[in-house]
């Protein structure tokens, strides 16, 4: 197909609510679930995706081996149909007074697993009693967070992470959340384990399980890497990964050594036959940080949000 349209249409002769079935499709990527997420019917999200793909001249999803997968200019408009809905939900609801107990608002949250997991629980208990209709989308992260962050702040409601350099740019703000340690996961047949005492070169001898390790370069923004690299460690990376509750299924058995924060690896070591050990030398706090842009603010909605992710934050376990 080819794009028909030369220019950009007039708002005025567009239909807005072809951009909500777009964006449930391109989240959902069948048109059977983007049906049951917006409460309508399967031919009538059938049809609108027809007249998306006249609109756009594009197949938008493409059935690879009995799925569909997007299609490079469908993976370009995912995140723009995110953002220009977040954005549209959030000016009509400029004004009204906001009751969590009656909104259908859904509030959209980017996090990697790590955090997910610690706060997951507390997040759900406090949501599902306080906003039982509102929905939460959380999305996460596959890889490291990088340059772009501060535009891609602008396209959810909250991003949890680190307080890296790049956050601080004017009208992003934050608000800590948690404090974690870093400690050394090694199977429970680990000879490490057995060790009266290990040093840093015990450690840099070791094959070296590291989640969201770019391939291009070292150290690279990877926390766990660049912990090391402050160590003087230039780890053999084994396997890599792009999760980190995948970690311990990869240090198992093995001699592998990991570098994980202490509330992940706490509740994993007995299940998966592991153990914690404390590293040899101090290493930097992990501090996990609610960030937003600023512009939210004023919003009602957004204020209670951010107040649900620090009680939420306040309630975990130490």
Do not use: K
């Amino acid at each position: 197909m080819s794009h028909r349209q030369s220019g950009p249409p007039h708002l005025a002769n567009l239909d807005l609510n072809l951009l909500v079935t777009l964006r449930a499709l391109l989240r959902e990527r069948n048109v059977t679930r983007a049906a049951r997420h917006l409460g309508v019917t399967q031919p009538a999200v059938s049809a609108t995706l027809s007249r998306l793909r006249r609109h756009f001249g594009d197949e938008l999803l493409v059935r690879v081996q009995g799925a569909y997968v997007l299609s490079p200019l469908a993976a370009q408009l995912a995140g723009q149909a995110e953002a220009v809905c977040a954005a549209a939900e959030r000016l009509f609801a400029t004004g009204r007074a906001f009751d969590p107990a009656s909104t259908e608002r859904e509030f959209t949250l980017l996090m990697a697993d790590y955090p997910a997991s610690v706060l997951g629980p507390a997040l759900s208990r406090l949501f599902d009693r306080e906003a039982p209709h509102a929905a939460l989308h959380l999305q996460l992260v596959r890889e490291t967070i990088g340059s772009g962050a501060g535009e891609t702040i602008r396209l959810v409601d909250g991003m949890v992470s680190p307080p890296l350099g790049h956050f601080r740019t004017p009208g992003v703000a934050s608000v800590p959340l948690f404090t974690d340690r870093w400690v050394c996961l090694v199977s429970a047949c680990n000879p490490l384990c057995e060790a009266a005492s290990f040093g840093i070169e015990d450690l840099a001898r070791q094959p070296w399980v590291v989640p969201y390790h770019r391939d291009d370069g070292y150290p690279s923004a990877a926390p766990a890497t660049r912990q090391l690299a402050a160590l003087g460690i230039r780890p053999r990376i084994a396997v890599r990964v792009e999760s980190y509750r995948a970690v311990p299924d990869f240090v198992a058995g093995t001699r592998r050594v990991a570098l994980v924060p202490e509330r992940l690896a706490a509740p994993l070591t007995s299940a998966h036959g592991l153990r914690t050990l404390d590293c040899p030398v101090p290493l930097d706090a992990l501090d996990e940080h609610l960030w937003w842009d600023a512009s939210h603010d004023e919003d009602p909605a957004h204020s209670w949000l951010r107040d649900l992710v620090v009680r939420a934050a306040v309630g975990i376990a130490p």
